[in-house]
Structure formats: structure tokens, C-alpha cells
């Protein structure tokens, strides 16, 4: 079986989806593997690493899609590309399928064969091939970093001669993996720590990683049997504004996260809400891909509004691409392990297989 990935647009999309690490287990398993020349030159793996663990390095990736029986990739190929892929072909990747979806029926109807990892159950044996956990993970932490490096004071309280800087104070909104990550990365580095969700599960949570957890009067169970939020009632919705928007007075820094799968990302701080914030705050706003949890946020810019700094980013994971990769790849190699008859030398489609029947795209 011959599995092959292409470079990516590499403005948009630094990471990649073989690393020389997970080309070696590719070919451990018994596979074949192709890439484009340069494949990974620009995170410091260079072909002739690939090379020499047996890798087919080509200038031609029409050609490297032609002879590859699974292509794995980050995000869907652009139409020149996806053009040359063929029934009976495996697409592995992140296709946003909501979003996509003109494009990808075509790919169905043309009887390819599409998994889209978003889409994976959330269960514990398909924990290793989780990518929207080890991206979020990653990226719960860069925004804190991120956001701590464009505030302008210290973040630890720190007692000198001269007197006391206070810590600063974060509120993460939201928190799943990336919340929690950021949560614990803030932490770390000295900040007071607050957190909301309306999943109550969250609470004991964000307590353990030493997070003070706000919430919403009335809560209701807002969590769905797959483990995420549903969408919240007027009701809960004017409780939580009334309760956030007093404690973003005293607020530093926010890392917003709050999503909700397949929907537009709630609006939860609003302009009245920034306009009563300290001049000098600073609001990372992670769901700005979804259409932002606040309401200036615009993607990939800066906002500047009575003072605050609101930054959208859409792909925070171009600033760690190294490490993001790594996760990847590795999920994506657990996810075609699992797929691949080893006896047969070929992927099987066992649609019994709760991970297999919920990726692939019918
Ligand atoms: N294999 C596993 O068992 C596994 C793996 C990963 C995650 N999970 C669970 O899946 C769940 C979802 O995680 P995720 O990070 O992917 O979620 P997500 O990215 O969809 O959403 C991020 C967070 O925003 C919260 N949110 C949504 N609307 C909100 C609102 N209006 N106000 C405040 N918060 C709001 C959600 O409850 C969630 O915690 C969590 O329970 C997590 O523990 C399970």
C-alpha cells in the first residue's frame, strides 16, 4: 500500500502530515510512502532524511497522487490537485465537511474514499488518533503565550523594593481542551485564573488545575451525550452576560474558546462588556474561526476598541507548526494503522468499526 502527502499552500498551512519519525512506522507497518520534494524543508526535515529512511521524494505531485493508494493530507488539495485523485483512493485529513461540502460530495460521488478526522467519536480508543484534542491542546497554550507577550505588564505578582506588580487576571471562556490547557499554561506562569462553561462537568476540572470557576446562575445541563455544549437559552444567555460582564472589570486577559460543533460560535462578550474593561486588556479569541466569542473580533487582525486589543487568529497553529505536526502525524498514523489490513496489504473499510463509519463521508 503506497501512502503519499503533498505540500500543502505553505501561506496558509505550515504543518505536515508525515513527519521523518511517522515515515519510519509507515514503513515499520509494511507501506510504501511518497512525498513532494521539499516535503518538510521548511520545519527542518530535509529530503535527504526522508530519503534515506526509503521515502519516494517527487517534483511531480500529480504523479505522487496517481500512484498513491492513501493521500493524507492537512486540509482539502486545491482543484488542480484533488482533480487527479481517482475512485477507490483514500483522502485522510481535516476537510471542515460543513463548509466544504460541495467540494467533497463531488470527491464522494466520484466513489473516493474520504475521512474527515474532525468527524472521529470521542471515544477512548480512538484517543490516540484525536486531532482535534492535540491541535486544541497546542493551541490553548499558544494563546496564552501569545497573549501574555502582547500584554504590557508583568503576568506573576512580584514584591521588588520598588513595590508590587499584582498578578494579572485571566478568564478563560470555555473550557474543553484548548480552555483547559490555557488555564493550566496560565497558571504556570503566575497569572489568578478564572474560568466558564455551561458544561458543569467542566467545573471540577478547571478547580484541579487550580482555576477559580464561575457559574452561571441557573445553569442548565447544556452538555450533549457526545460530551459538548449545546446551544444555550435567552435565559442562560443574559445570566452569563450579567455574570462576566462584572467580573471583565477586573480582568487582564481573556482566552476565548467556547464553540459549538457545526454551529456559528456564540457571541458571549459584547461591546458593553469590552467597553467596561480596563484599558491595556487583551482578548484572545481562539473561536475567531468560527466567527469569534466576541463582538469585534474579525479574523487574523487586531481590533482596537476603547482600549482593549482583540486578536483573531485562524490558524495559531502555524506558530508552533514543529510541534503540531508531530501530534498530527502521529494521530493520523494510529487512524490509517487502524484501517490498514496488514494480512491483505490494503485498507479496509469495515464500516462495523465506530471510528471508520463516523469519519467516512457518505
Ligand atoms: N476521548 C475523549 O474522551 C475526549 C477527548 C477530547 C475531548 N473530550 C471531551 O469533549 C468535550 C468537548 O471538548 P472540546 O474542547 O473539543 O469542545 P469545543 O471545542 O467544541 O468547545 C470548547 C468549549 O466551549 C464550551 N462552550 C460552548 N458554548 C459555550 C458558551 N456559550 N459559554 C461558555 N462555554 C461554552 C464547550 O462546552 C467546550 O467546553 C469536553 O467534554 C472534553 O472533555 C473527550
Given at each position: 500500500m503506497r501512502i503519499a502527502s503533498i505540500l500543502e499552500n505553505r501561506n496558509l498551512e505550515k504543518r505536515i502530515a508525515i513527519t521523518p519519525e511517522i515515515a519510519k512506522k509507515y514503513i515499520a507497518l509494511g507501506c510504501e510512502l511518497s512525498l513532494s520534494e521539499n516535503y518538510g524543508e521548511h520545519l527542518g526535515f530535509k529530503d535527504k532524511e526522508y530519503r534515506e529512511l526509503g521515502v519516494k521524494i517527487s517534483k511531480d505531485d500529480k504523479e505522487i497522487i496517481n500512484s498513491a493508494d492513501v493521500i493524507v493530507q492537512l486540509g482539502l488539495l486545491p482543484n488542480d490537485k484533488i482533480s487527479s485523485i481517482k475512485a477507490n483512493q483514500t483522502l485522510i485529513g481535516v476537510f471542515n465537511p460543513y463548509d466544504n461540502k460541495s467540494k467533497i460530495d463531488d470527491l464522494v460521488k466520484d466513489k473516493i474514499n474520504i475521512f474527515s478526522l474532525e468527524l472521529l467519536p470521542r471515544i477512548t480508543r480512538a484517543q490516540s488518533m484525536d486531532i482535534l484534542s492535540s491541535q486544541a491542546n497546542l493551541a490553548g497554550y499558544k494563546a496564552v503565550i501569545e497573549s501574555f507577550a502582547s500584554f504590557e505588564k508583568a503576568i506573576p505578582m512580584m514584591m521588588t523594593a520598588a513595590g508590587t506588580v499584582p498578578a494579572a487576571k485571566v478568564l478563560v471562556v470555555g473550557a474543553g481542551v484548548a480552555g483547559l490547557q490555557a488555564i493550566a499554561t496560565a497558571k504556570r506562569m503566575g497569572a489568578i485564573v478564572f474560568a466558564t462553561d455551561?458544561?458543569?462537568?467542566?467545573k471540577e476540572q478547571v478547580e484541579s488545575l487550580g482555576g477559580k470557576f464561575l457559574t452561571v446562575e441557573g445553569s442548565e445541563n447544556l452538555e450533549t451525550e457526545g460530551g459538548y455544549a449545546k446551544e444555550a437559552s435567552d435565559d442562560f444567555k443574559k445570566k452569563q452576560e450579567e455574570l462576566l460582564g462584572e467580573t471583565l472589570k477586573k480582568i487582564d486577559i481573556v482566552i476565548c474558546t467556547a464553540l459549538i460543533p457545526g454551529k456559528k460560535a456564540p457571541l458571549i462578550i459584547k461591546e458593553n462588556m469590552i467597553s467596561n474593561m480596563q484599558t491595556g486588556s487583551v482578548i484572545y479569541d481562539l473561536a475567531a474561526v468560527q466567527g469569534g466569542n466576541t463582538a469585534f473580533t474579525e479574523v487574523d487582525k487586531i481590533v482596537k476598541k476603547d482600549g482593549v486589543k482583540i486578536m483573531g487568529e485562524t490558524n495559531i497553529l502555524n506558530r508552533l507548526p514543529i510541534s503540531a505536526s508531530s501530534l498530527y502525524a502521529k494521530n493520523v498514523f494510529n487512524f490509517v494503522a487502524n484501517l490498514y489490513d496488514k494480512e491483505n496489504k490494503k485498507i479496509n473499510i469495515n464500516l462495523e468499526d465506530e471510528i471508520i463509519e463516523k469519519t467516512l463521508i457518505k
Open positions: 455551561v458544561r458543569m462537568a467542566s
